[in-house]
């Protein structure tokens, strides 16, 4: 069956990086679009960053562009989040997703696989 699981979370200072990782198995990771997505408590999850199967293109949400980035590395299967300049408000789990869909892969109903998540914390 799929698996994706993610690492690379831990404790930050605001200003500080970090980048996760997601190890997929069981697809063809290759023809599938990734995504990540992150959890404040008592929330819906939000969309952060997506990529296409070939990482032609890249999606960020408004409160990451500039300060996140999204990569792939197909012979690996696995997708990155590099995550800079980080904010108190980047507190939250972050999950990374996979979608067989081409369109609206910032959006969590486009994937039907989803990692364990992992917990990013940015101290003040």
């Known amino acids: 069956q799929v698996q994706l699981v993610e690492s690379g979370g831990g404790l930050v200072q605001a200003g500080g990086s970090l980048r996760l990782s997601c190890a997929a198995s069981g697809l063809t990771f290759s023809t599938y679009a990734m995504g990540w997505f992150r959890q404040f408590p008592g929330k819906e999850r939000d969309f952060v960053a997506a990529i296409t199967w070939n990482g032609d293109n890249t999606y960020y949400a408004d409160s990451v562009k500039g300060r996140f980035g999204i990569s792939r590395d197909n012979a690996k299967n696995t997708v990155y989040l590099h995550m800079n300049n980080l904010k108190p408000e980047d507190t939250a789990v972050y999950y990374c997703?996979?979608?067989?869909?081409?369109?609206?892969?910032?959006?969590?109903?486009?994937?039907?696989?989803w990692g364990q998540g992992t917990q990013v914390t940015v101290s003040s």
């Open positions: 997703a996979a979608s067989r869909s081409t369109y609206s892969i910032t959006t969590m109903r486009s994937y039907g696989n």
